[in-house]
Structures are given as structure tokens and as C-alpha cells.
């Protein structure tokens, strides 16, 4: 990418830092992208101040009240159809009016609001699901060994994910945002649809229906910004974003359906993934066959289904042991 020259003439340096601000936060930029903008950048002093004083925007916009937020979400989302056709090149503007904003890295349970909020708490254990309809008419859909703790009667209606995994059908009320923390990860929004995983090391988010946009406070290595929208996700870890991608919610929302589904996945991710549902775990012995890819979808009805379908896949048979635990080992040991 060179924005150096348009049809009507020379482009500012304002112009220039625009286009490649939005470049750099889109996740389009190339290694020859990225040493162009280098380049660019050591110019002169007016690129490096145009460039930085963007920056030095984008990071305020951070800070700033969600009763402003509200403001400036509702003026973008006036504005948007006029826009239309420069929203490509200018997504970092259009994500101010976005559904809701993501930031990675913020406290866990920090709340904003005057007053203490009453919280209530909802759990399922393993291989278990449930629905909850909160106050405001928000619908949450737990998933398997899944802890929440949601207030929706304050000003501020929020959620805390302590972990495991939930859908979120978030009930549209302008006045009132909805901000929701999944270990280090801070959401505020409007309404929407979308899934927030939380594991040990990251917290994943997939955006079915809306806008989001995703940042780090405290960055490492990698990108700080992420945009999300319609059938978009990301992950978020304590230092960096990994790079926004596509997903198929028949795939990663299955779940939701009572279904999991697996598409050319390694077999010891797959038993990790399945040892969230099942009372008892599985360790797979045959160590040679982890990295075997496995396309197959199983039924979260009965945990024997899914392991003989295992044992039937890839020749293996499953040994209860005394400890705890289900060994899954080859048919000749």
C-alpha cells in the first residue's frame, strides 16, 4: 500500500495518516505494507505528528465515559449511511458507533456505575446447559461447567464470565449499556449477538450480529486494535490480539444446538475440547495419534456415544481406571 497520490492531486499528511492508521488497524497490512509505512512515517516531522496525533485520539476514545460513548455511538450510527463507501478505509471512525467495544486486559469485575449492584448468580455443571432471561429481557445461554454472575437492574447492566462459555442475546437499550468482563477482556454494549469463551490463557469472541471493536490497554507483542463484525472473531490473551479471522457458527456455536463439530481438528485437541462435557476425562496413550485431524460431529446426549465413536474412528480402546480418568489405547496393547 502507497497512499501517496489520489485522482485530484497530493494527498495531506492528514489525508496519508488517515488511510494508514486504518491499514494498520484493519489487520490488511503486509511486511512490504508495513516498511512502506515505516518509510512514510521518517519522512518528515508533519507525517510523524499527523500519524501520532491519530494515535493519541484513538487512545482517548478509550477513556472516555460510556454516557459519551453513548453519544458518539449514536451520532456514528446516524451518520453511517452517508458513509458507506469510506468505511473500508476509515474503520477505526465507524468502530466508535460499533455495538459495543471489546478491551482486552482490563481489570476482571471492574464496573462502572454509582451504586453497588445487586449480582445473581447462575452455574452449570458438567455437560449441562441453560438458559437464563435476565430483567431487561437479555437471554444468556450457558454452555458446559459455565459460571456467570449478571446484574441487570442498575443503570449499568452487567456480567461477569468467571468461566466457561456463553451466548449472549443482548437486549437493545441505549440508555442503558451492558458491559461484560471475561478475564481480562472488558465489553460494553448497545445489543447484540455474540459467544464469549473464557479458558485459562485467552478469552475468544465471536461476533454473530453486530459491530465490535477489540483493544489491549496493556500490549506485549502483536496488535493492541481489532475490529469484529458479522461472523468475525478473536482472541484475546494477556499481551496481544491474534489476527481478526472468520468463523462458521454451525462449527464454533454447535454447541448451542446440542451438537460439537470438528473440521480436519487434531484428536488431542479434539479429547481436550470433549473433556469439557464429559464426567469422566479422557487421556488419549496413543500419544502418536494427537496430531491425527478428525472431522466428525458427536451428539451431547450420552458420553458413551462419543467415546465408542472414538474407539470405532481411529481403532482405539477405551480402559476405565481405578484413578479417574478414561484411557483411550491402542486395540493391541
Excluded at 71 to 76: M, N, S, T
Excluded at 82 to 95: A, M, N
Excluded at 125 to 130: A, F, P, V, Y
Amino acid at each position: 500500500m502507497d497512499p501517496v497520490r489520489k485522482d485530484d492531486g497530493v494527498l495531506t499528511p492528514d489525508d496519508e495518516a488517515c488511510i494508514w492508521f486504518a491499514d494498520r488497524q484493519t489487520q490488511n497490512s503486509s511486511p512490504e505494507s508495513q516498511a512502506a509505512f515505516e518509510k512514510w512515517y521518517s519522512l518528515s516531522p508533519e507525517n510523524k505528528a499527523a500519524y501520532d496525533s491519530l494515535v493519541e485520539i484513538d487512545s482517548g476514545l478509550a477513556s472516555l465515559s460510556d454516557e459519551l460513548l453513548e453519544d458518539l455511538f449514536i451520532e456514528e450510527l446516524e451518520a453511517e449511511a452517508s458513509i458507506r463507501e469510506r468505511r473500508q478505509t476509515l474503520k477505526w471512525i465507524s468502530g466508535v458507533a460499533a455495538a459495543f467495544l471489546l478491551v482486552i486486559a482490563g481489570a476482571t469485575s471492574f464496573f462502572l456505575g454509582s451504586a453497588p449492584p445487586s449480582f445473581d448468580d447462575y452455574v452449570t455443571g458438567k455437560g449441562e446447559s441453560r438458559t437464563v432471561k435476565l430483567a431487561d429481557g437479555t437471554r444468556l445461554e450457558l454452555n458446559t461447567d459455565t459460571a456467570v454472575r449478571a446484574s441487570a437492574k442498575g443503570d449499568i447492566r452487567q456480567l461477569e464470565v468467571l468461566q466457561g462459555e456463553v451466548f449472549l442475546h443482548v437486549a437493545r437499550d441505549e440508555q442503558r449499556p451492558f458491559v461484560v468482563t471475561a478475564g481480562n477482556s472488558r465489553v460494553t454494549v448497545l445489543g447484540t449477538q455474540f459467544n464469549v469463551r473464557r479458558t485459562a490463557s485467552e478469552d475468544k469472541v465471536s461476533v454473530l450480529e453486530g459491530q465490535v471493536k477489540v483493544a489491549l490497554l496493556k500490549q506485549t507483542m502483536g496488535v493492541d486494535v481489532v475490529y469484529l463484525t458479522d461472523g468475525q472473531q478473536t482472541i484475546g490473551t494477556q499481551g496481544t490480539l491474534f489476527p481478526v479471522v472468520e468463523f462458521d457458527p454451525s462449527f464454533d456455536l454447535a454447541w448451542r444446538d446440542g451438537w460439537l463439530r470438528y473440521r480436519e481438528a487434531p484428536l488431542g485437541l479434539v479429547i481436550q475440547d470433549l473433556n469439557r462435557y464429559l464426567n469422566t476425562p479422557l487421556v488419549l496413550v496413543a500419544s502418536d495419534l494427537a496430531n491425527a485431524p478428525v472431522t466428525a460431529e458427536f451428539r451431547l446426549t450420552s458420553d458413551q456415544e462419543i467415546i465408542a465413536a472414538i474407539e470405532a474412528a481411529f481403532g482405539l480402546k477405551a480402559v476405565r481406571k481405578y484413578s479417574g480418568g478414561i484411557e483411550l489405547a491402542p486395540l493391541d496393547l
